[in-house]
């Protein structure tokens, strides 16, 4: 065979700022790479199938479902999840306006909303309520915080403007 | 008062830890391998592919697992799998998959051979019904319904119908294991920790002192992890036989069957009343399916006696029994269903009648209980239908546009209730000489906002400021209290605060110090305890018994709802919520549990649905991408909720009664309502799908 | 999933090679290949990934001619001032599959060749129920079972179920020309005629062969306005209940329809038909007589013609 199929293969990929080197099964999603052997819980598994973006991480700046990422699609690249979205221990104001606007209640879809919030907005999609609400309908949210979280969106936009 | 939450901070940050966040050294991944037929026996289950794979360690069958005795409530399921060869229905564990990794573990899953004697399965709508409870079906009279439906004016008689549908809470179930000897530990996805241990320390037989159950967050529970489903048992089991901590954290395919769901349910209703639409009689009878062994009853019929005064009432309950996992409850248990029933039903009353749909629910105000004339606590519905009225602009709605653009306007609207459920709570409070509190009970954080609340309680009564009270929560070693459902913890856990803070009230006062001079006193801290009892010590009380108050809470919701009349398809517009519930000890927290609660209904009028498979049994659908719940363009900015201003002394020592599920109730009847407003079509099931509308 | 093996392509011609000699399975985005292997629809051992190949990305404009690498993703097409412009139904059905974070991921490639959504096709193996696409000469349970989403054209008792691709569609109504590449060299396929029915073609989804990799689309570039309307009982991030796409030029409307039919479903020209709701009722209806609904999915002949009739309007200027 021309190509140098394996079943392990070494990744670099950079972590919320620090480069991270493993070898990985081919099969191993970013999702559970991230929270199995990085030890990074933070993103959390909802369904496994890209079905409610729960599990939604920053790839070169663009918000993916982790479970429908492998980690090796990975290799050189820079990944943010939530636990990298505060700066030198200060909230972001994403996180500032979800706290204050009350846009979370149990918390298991959180970290997928605020990451997804945070490339809504460097995507220049939060410009009002109506495509805050499309744009964010990748995050689903059963406690249905969806009214505060369009607000915090909205808010945390003007901002970082 | 409006504080923010109190965990904020690690949700946002992602240091919020929920149970498959735990990994415990050495811990081994479990799957379960489920039955794929929906009746029928188990013949054999041939794991050698499976344990041939890199990374399995262990299939577990019947042969390796404890025998379990059977189990008492709070399991959901009483006979746990692994103890005969029966098989209840599709999904029922079989084996137990253990790996080193997720991946070795679910890609073994996938090859277990499961041989099985297969049976026909029992279907929804032909399975056997039986009275719920009891002999009789008939649960409660009270005058001659049918000397009523007689001398009635107007009448209407209607069958409606919900499809069964799941929690589908974003995070799944799931527990992870660990035993230290005799000591187990377990971090368990729960809304109610303190009955993990006698229903674990039943299964193994071991003393429930040495079972510990660690849940600080659960993400999302809605009723679907208020009881003890097998797989927490099954956990522990395998951790057991394997000699190291086991995390079974369920896959979304698994959560359809392995816990429960709310039934699907049919319910008819026959109200008669005078020319004025004033009731002469109420008879409602429901019937939801339960599974083929175990038992779940959903008391839809409780509104019929609650809400509306009426000299005659007759209520039945039947079960149906079908090859289904069994059902629990779910946000709104109870009123939830019954409601679609009876305020459907009192809405295609006023038309029938030509009376406004909130004209009909004050002439039947019911100014004491319906069931045994017994005096609310506190019922302040009047004013909120009032309140309601006046934000929505009820009384002029067909003043306004009736179109807009594609869309045909419609509105609709209900009364809002649930019974009021207690249970017994247990806190303590520590203050200490610092001016700083500490609050501890094992209350569990589904989302509510109870710890912040319990915050602000001990804050207040202690004379602290908040920010120096912190809260200590999640853990069977903290005072047990009730469980985090049935919108019973502000009531219940949030008494026993009141109480415990007074208690160090009390405690000061014996010393003839005040809290600022602990220190110059020599005191470091001082610890209070505190209870909130039911009436003759009972373990829950339901709409007041024992008292000399029927308890409930109260509300009216108001819709606007586009409908597409090319495709059926249906929009939410606005709400409109006012809620008698109470004090209301969080303002913050309070909007988005009732914000919450209307998306929660609004999912089951128009969307949420499971569906049974009509010749093989099992669900369809065991997946979200196939089944639907609400996304965030599904829903207006436009929710307007609030409350009426009211204080329950006999509730609960703060005033307070429960909000986390009422505003679930009512919002299904009255989008129903709704799309008959905007396109003249009444449809009596839900959800309401778009060729629903297009056949009317 | 299972334990494959991976491997990346440095080249169009590498990844072909490894198609025809290795038996390899293409690895684009994703998102619909790490679900097939979960379930069970695909088990592959080798995988070739193809996403870093950036000859297959990008939109141009030659001539009158639109050109879309494969590898495009569905947001990039959604919001390219180009696609925008002159693929309007392209660029909306883009940004109406799916939510955000696929389309990040999702190519146009690898969108076209998404499999159905068929409740009972994506059970997880064991499959507990005759598919005869999980396993052919199995039968078809939607058949006799809950088939609401399923087919009203073009299905046989082989398979009912429907081709849920949206940007599929537009291609089809934009008669778009996927261009492919195997070990024989290029070829072109009309978008008209890439995916098959049962009626056409038995259980055979599209006319790309196993050795094959699409690289790209070309549309041509003709005046008029376009639409894609997309009919679903939630807001956003679901799939069709029935769609279609409208391209409006001065001569003609040319609609194709989604979901409806395991292709998109293109109706004969719209050639003088007067742009009111009067007049495009029956003419779309008389264009859909062939319709076959099955016994619970009458329902969808309605909402197809109601959903190219607003999707003509809506591109015609109507509100």
């Known amino acids: 065979m021309a190509l140098p199929y394996a079943h392990d293969i070494d990744i670099t990929v950079q972590v919320n700022g620090r480069a991270v080197r493993a070898v990985v099964q081919p099969r191993t999603t970013l999702l559970d790479w991230l929270r199995e052997e990085v ?19 920053l790839v070169d700046g663009k918000r993916m479902n982790g479970c429908l990422t492998l980690a090796v699609q990975c290799d050189g690249r820079e990944v943010t999840t939530v636990e990298g979205l505060a700066e030198d221990g200060e909230l972001s104001p994403v996180q500032r306006a979800f706290r204050d606007l009350d846009a979370f209640q149990c918390g298991y879809c959180t970290p997928g909303q605020l990451v997804s919030a945070t490339a809504c907005i460097a995507e220049g999609h939060a410009t009002d309520p109506a495509t805050v609400r499309e744009w964010m309908s990748g995050n689903i949210c059963r406690c249905s915080s969806y009214p505060q979280i369009t607000a915090a969106v909205l808010t945390a936009a003007a901002d970082v403007r | 008062m409006i504080a923010t939450r109190v965990e904020a901070t690690a949700k946002l940050t992602g240091r919020a830890t929920f149970a498959a966040d735990h990994r415990p050294e050495g811990v081994l991944h479990a799957v379960l391998v489920g039955a794929p037929v929906a009746a029928g026996t188990l013949r054999g289950v041939d794991a050698d592919a499976a344990r041939a794979l890199p990374g399995v360690t262990a299939v577990l069958t019947a042969a390796d697992l404890p025998d379990f005795p059977r189990l008492d409530m709070p399991a959901a399921v009483l006979t746990l799998p692994f103890t005969d060869d029966r098989i209840p229905h599709e999904g029922w564990p079989v084996a137990i998959v253990l790996g080193e990794s997720i991946e070795a573990a679910e890609a073994a899953r996938a090859v277990v051979r499961v041989d099985c004697a297969a049976e026909p399965p029992v279907l929804l709508g032909s399975g056997e019904r039986t009275p719920a409870m009891g002999e009789d079906a008939v649960v409660f009279t009270k005058g001659d319904v049918d000397a009523a439906r007689a001398q009635a004016a107007v009448r209407v008689e209607q069958t409606y119908v919900q499809a069964a549908r799941h929690h589908n809470t974003m995070e799944t179930s799931g527990t992870v294991a660990r035993w230290d000897g005799d000591r187990l530990t377990l971090w368990d996805a729960v809304q109610a920790g303190s009955t993990v241990i006698p229903v674990v320390s039943k299964a193994f037989g071991i003393d429930a002192a040495n079972v510990r159950v660690v849940s600080p967050h659960t993400g999302g529970g809605f009723g679907g992890k208020g009881y003890i489903w097998p797989h927490e048992v099954l956990a522990a089991a395998a951790a057991r036989v394997a000699g190291r901590p086991v995390k079974l954290h369920l896959r979304r395919a698994d959560q359809f069957s392995a816990v429960g769901y709310q039934p699907w349910m049919e319910q008819t209703i026959r109200l008669a009343a005078d020319a004025e639409g004033r009731l002469l009689g109420v008879e409602h009878a429901a019937v939801n399916n339960a599974g083929l062994v175990e038992t779940h009853v959903e008391p839809a019929t409780e509104a019929s006696k609650s809400l509306y005064a009426s000299p005659a009432i007759r209520l039945r309950l039947e079960i149906e029994r079908v090859s289904l996992n069994v059902p629990t409850p779910m946000r709104a248990p109870v009123e939830g269903p019954g409601l679609w029933a009876l305020e459907s039903a009192m809405n295609e009353l006023a038309d029938e009648a030509g009376i406004d749909p909130l004209d009909l629910r004050l002439a039947n105000f019911a100014e004491v209980s319906p069931a045994d004339g017994r005096p609310w606590s506190s019922n302040r519905l009047r004013e909120a239908y009032a309140e309601g009225a006046r934000r929505y602009g009820w009384r002029n709605r067909h003043q306004r546009p009736r179109q807009d653009g594609h869309w045909r306007i419609g509105h609709g609207m209900a009364t809002c209730s649930m019974g009021s459920f207690r249970f017994p709570g247990a806190a303590r409070v520590h203050l200490g000489a610092d001016g700083s509190a500490v609050v501890e009970s094992n209350v569990h954080d589904i989302g509510s906002g109870a710890q912040t609340v319990l915050a602000q309680i001990a804050a207040e009564e202690l004379g602290v400021p908040l920010d120096r009270v912190a809260v200590r929560w999640g853990d069977t070693d903290l005072p047990r209290t009730g469980p985090t459902y049935g919108s019973s913890t502000t009531m219940g856990t949030g008494s026993a605060v009141a109480s415990a803070a007074r208690d160090v009230g009390k405690q000061l006062a014996d010393l003839g110090i005040e809290a600022d001079a602990m220190a110059a006193a020599g005191v470091d801290e001082i610890v209070g305890e505190g209870t909130y009892e039911l009436p003759d010590g009972a373990m829950f009380n339901g709409d007041g018994e024992g008292t000399p108050y029927a308890m409930r809470t109260w509300g009216v919701i108001f819709v606007e709802v586009g409908v597409d009349p090319d495709f059926g398809i249906l929009r939410l517009r606005r709400a409109v919520g006012v809620y008698s519930a109470g004090r209301i000890v969080n303002a913050l927290t309070a909007r988005a549990q009732m914000i919450g609660a209307i998306v929660w ?69 009255a989008v129903a309502a709704a799309v008959h407003d905007a396109v003249g079509v009444r449809v009596r099931e839900v959800p309401i799908l778009p060729w629903k509308v297009l056949a009317g | 999933m299972i334990d494959f093996a991976y491997a990346r392509a440095d080249s169009p011609a590498t990844a072909v090679a490894a198609l025809r000699d290795d038996h390899a399975t293409v690895l684009a985005g994703g998102t619909e290949l790490l679900n097939w292997v979960r379930l069970g629809i695909a088990a592959p051992e080798r995988v070739v990934d193809i996403g870093g190949l950036d000859e297959l990305r990008g939109i141009t404009r030659d001539g009158d001619t639109l050109r879309i690498g494969a590898l495009t993703t569905l947001n990039e097409i959604g919001e390219h001032p180009l696609a925008v412009a002159h693929a309007g139904a392209l660029a909306s059905a883009c940004l109406q599959a799916a939510s955000a974070q696929i389309r990040n991921r999702a190519t146009l490639g690898g969108n076209v060749l998404q499999r159905t959504r068929c409740a009972y096709f994506r059970a997880e193996e064991p499959v507990p129920w005759p598919c005869n696409r999980r396993s052919p000469g199995s039968g078809c349970a939607a058949l006799a079972g809950l088939h609401e989403r399923h087919a009203i054209f073009g299905w046989t008792d082989e398979c009912v179920a429907v081709h849920p691709s949206d940007p599929a569609v537009a291609l089809v109504a934009l008669d778009a020309v996927v261009d492919v590449v195997g070990p024989a060299g290029p070829r072109a396929v009309p978008s008209t005629g890439f995916h098959l029915t049962p009626e056409e073609a038995g259980l055979r989804e599209h006319r790309l062969d196993p050795d ?10 003709e005046p008029g306005a376009q639409a894609y309307i997309k009919i679903r009982e939630r807001a956003s991030y679901e799939y069709a209940i029935v769609s279609a796409a409208a391209v409006v030029g001065p001569d003609r409307a040319r609609v194709a329809l989604g979901s409806v039919a395991g292709k998109p479903w293109r109706l004969p020209d719209l050639v003088g038909v007067p742009l009111t709701r009067e007049a495009l009722l029956p003419a779309v209806e008389e264009r859909m007589a062939g319709a076959n609904p099955l016994p619970h999915n009458g329902f969808k002949v309605t909402m197809a013609r109601n959903a190219a009739v607003r999707a003509v309007l809506t591109a015609g200027g109507a509100r």
């Not at chain 3, 094959?212 to 570039?221: A, S, T």
């Open chain 1, 39 to 57: 030890g990074l819980t933070g993103t959390k598994k909802g369904c496994n199938e890209g079905a409610c973006g729960t599990c939604t991480v």
């Open chain 2, 601 to 669: 209904g609004w999912g089951k009028a128009t969307m949420e649905e499971s569906d049974q498979e009509p010749v093989h049994g099992r669900w369809l659908a065991k997946n979200l991408s196939n089944v639907a719940v609400p996304v965030n363009a599904d829903i207006p900015a436009d929710i307007d909720v609030s409350f009426v201003e009211e204080f329950d002394e006999a509730a609960s020592l703060i005033g307070a009664r429960g909000i986390g599920e009422l505003g679930a109730t009512g919002v299904d009847a």
């Open chain 3, 212 to 221: 094959e990799l699409i690289v790209g689309y070309r549309i041509p570039i």
